[in-house]
Structure formats: C-alpha cells, structure tokens
C-alpha cells in the first residue's frame, strides 16, 4: 500500500520532469577535441536562455575586454580583435564600427544582477562575425565550438520530434572530465574508453535504425542526476552504463554484468558489497524506481551476456547489486563493466578500435533482440 502510494508519486514527479524545457541547468563549452573550455548555468527568461557574459571569456577569448555604462545600457565587448555594441534589452548588435548589423533572437539582460547573453549570441551571432563554428545540441546542453574547415562535430542525436513511440536507448558513457574513472598501466582512462565504445555503438546503431541518445558525447563532467535526467526527460526506454573494471589481482579479466537490486541478490558470483543494505528499510523513492523494471533489467542483461559470449573466450557473470547508478533509473537499466584496466591483455583489448566494434555490435544486435521480445511480450499481453 505504502509502495503504491509512493509510486503514485515518483509517476506523478517524472510526468512533471517529462515536460520541463531545459533537459540539464548547466550548458557545456567543448572544443573540437572535446575538452570543456566552459560551463554555466542557464537561465531561462521569457522564453530566452541566458548564459552569464563570463562563459565568452572562458570559451572564446581569455583577453576579452567588456564595458558596461549603466546610464545608457551599452554593452560594449572587444573580442578578439573586433569590437561588439549591444544594449541592454536590445536585439540590435553592430561589430566593427557600424559596418555590420546583425540581429538577435532575444536581447541582452542583466538578472540577479549579472549580465547575461541570450543563447544566440553564441549560437548564431559568434559564426556569422567570426570564423569559428558553433554547434548547439540542445539534447545533453553542450555547444560545440570548432574550425569552420574542421568536419561537423558528431553530436548525439536529438530524437525528440521522432515521436514517443520510438524506442530510445540511453547509453551512458561512465566518468568525464576531471573524474577520470580508472586508469590502465598506459595511461589510457575509463573515460576516454567508455566514451569511444559509446559513440561506436551509437554509429552501429544508426546504421542499424537503433535509436540512441548518449548522457555525455564529449569529455566533461556529468553528475549522476543530469545523467538520469537526460534519460527521463527524452523517454528512453533502456539505459545502458558503460564503465570498466579494475582489480587488486592481475588476473582478473573480462567483461561483467551489473543489474540493480536493493535487496543485493548476487546469482551468479560475487556477494552483496554491503549486506545490511538488503534489509525492507532500505526501499526508498529511488531504490523502487528501478526496481520496478527489475524483471525486463534482467531480461536484457541475459540477452547482452548470450550476445557478448559469443566474443568471450571465459563465461560472462551476470551479478545483482544495489547499484546507485542505476537506483534511481525509471526505466530498464544495466551496467556493463566492458573489461579490467589492471590486465594487461585486456587493456590492450579495448585499446583495439577493431574490438571495441565486435563489442558495439553485439550490444546493438543485443538491443534489438531485446525490442523484437518486447513487442511479442506487449502483443501477447493485448491479445494480438
Ligand atoms: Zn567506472
């Protein structure tokens, strides 16, 4: 009774989340490489977003000069060798002395006391005065600021106007920025690996008609909410978290399967890490979310490991943990530990681009099995 209320209400709260606007708060500078060259919180306002006049210094131009006179509103910015005019509450924007006049979707504001650009600055305006490209991907909240020569930067789909009958998967790619995840003996981090199978296994599936959204599609930080709002907030419909492994014994090797399970129970190998999580108090809000797709979770895990045997020369475990990444996940979730950074052979393994593709097609083939069962499950349960 007590569960069903509190179901009722985690339905209620992601319904709400469903049909905000902004899918993250924060927006992300990422150069061609894929580094974060800036981040901010965006402010919406009448329709407008806004980023605080800082983030152009940090993502353009470090020598940036800008100078605001209060009585007249005129925002006045030298950026890289042009100067910029704009006014406060004002579309106009004119670049090196009157010669250009451009316009803007929404004007300049000062909220909370900070000078805050609107999005099109940086989107629309920036390319056409400079010669730099500016991608916007409103999906994951990142702007992509590269050579106008450079190819398009690959940016991770937006599915959201191809109608929510789609089937979405959510690849998440584990760590990014700072937080590095583990590190093998070259030097070569879990997030950079983790970050070239995904977008490998979303290069699959577009060839395959899989639709696929990643929480991250360059290198940056990504805190576990914004992960699992991105998932909630463009209905996915599976999340797969990709991460690797790393043990005390070098002999530890291959792929691992993870399933969320509060009560912990481990099927295959390994014992619950913490047991006196198994107890019914530990069943929250978060825990019952993914608990709720236990059933399919699982159903999709045994469909990964029969898939992912194919490549492995060792039986891959599958293993039930309460996992925090995937505790609070409305939807089915499994984690996959794509091999060990402290083996050797296995580093060398996922340093193997060839590799890493048999790996992404078997997870996509493993998608769509998963997808194809579904159906006939949902058919069969409506008497078709
Ligand atoms: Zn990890």
Redesign the pocket.
């Known amino acids: 009774m007590v569960r069903q209320f509190i179901l009722s209400i985690a339905i209620l709260l992601l319904s709400l989340f469903s049909h905000s606007f902004a899918q993250s708060s924060l927006m992300r500078f990422v150069d061609g490489s894929g580094n974060t060259l800036a981040q901010a919180q965006i402010i919406e306002q009448d329709g407008g977003l806004y980023l605080p006049i800082q983030t152009l210094r940090e993502a353009f131009d470090p020598g940036m000069k800008q100078q605001y006179i209060e009585l007249t509103k005129r925002l006045t910015l030298n950026l890289k060798e042009k100067q910029l005019r704009l006014r406060i509450g004002s579309l106009a924007v004119s670049a090196d002395s009157d010669e250009t006049q451009l316009s803007l979707a929404h004007p300049p504001r000062i909220i909370e006391g900070q000078l805050m650009l609107p999005l099109s600055f940086f989107t629309d305006l920036l390319p056409e005065i400079y010669d730099f490209r500016v991608t916007h991907n409103p999906v994951i909240q990142t702007i992509h600021i590269t050579d106008k020569a450079a190819p398009l930067p690959e940016l991770t789909t937006d599915t959201a106007t191809e109608g929510p009958a789609k089937f979405l998967v959510i690849l998440d790619p584990?760590?990014g920025g700072a937080d590095t995840?583990?590190r093998g003996t070259t030097l070569r981090a879990?997030k950079d690996i983790v970050l070239d199978l995904a977008k490998k296994i979303e290069e699959v599936a577009r060839q395959n008609q899989v639709a696929v959204l990643l929480t991250r599609d360059a290198d940056f930080e990504q805190r576990p909410r914004e992960r699992i709002d991105i998932a909630q907030n463009n209905l996915g419909k599976l999340f797969l978290s990709l991460?690797?492994n790393a043990s005390f014994s070098q002999h530890a090797a291959g792929i691992h399967l993870y399933v969320s399970n509060s009560l912990g129970i481990t099927y295959v190998d390994r014992p619950p890490t913490n047991p006196s999580r198994a107890s019914q108090n530990s069943v929250t809000i978060e825990t019952l979310s993914q608990e709720n797709f236990l059933k399919q979770s699982r159903q999709f895990a045994t469909i990964l490991q029969t898939e992912l045997e194919k490549l492995s020369p060792a039986p891959i475990p599958l293993s039930e943990l309460p996992l925090a990444t995937l505790a609070a996940v409305y939807m089915p979730a499994v984690l996959i530990e794509i091999g060990y950074l402290s083996n050797e052979a296995d580093e060398a393994r996922l340093a193997d681009p060839e590799n890493l593709a048999l790996i992404a097609a078997g997870i996509v083939q493993a998608i769509q099995t998963y997808v194809t069962e579904s159906d006939q499950a949902e058919a069969t349960a409506n008497g078709r």
């Open positions: 584990g760590h995840g583990y879990e991460h690797c």
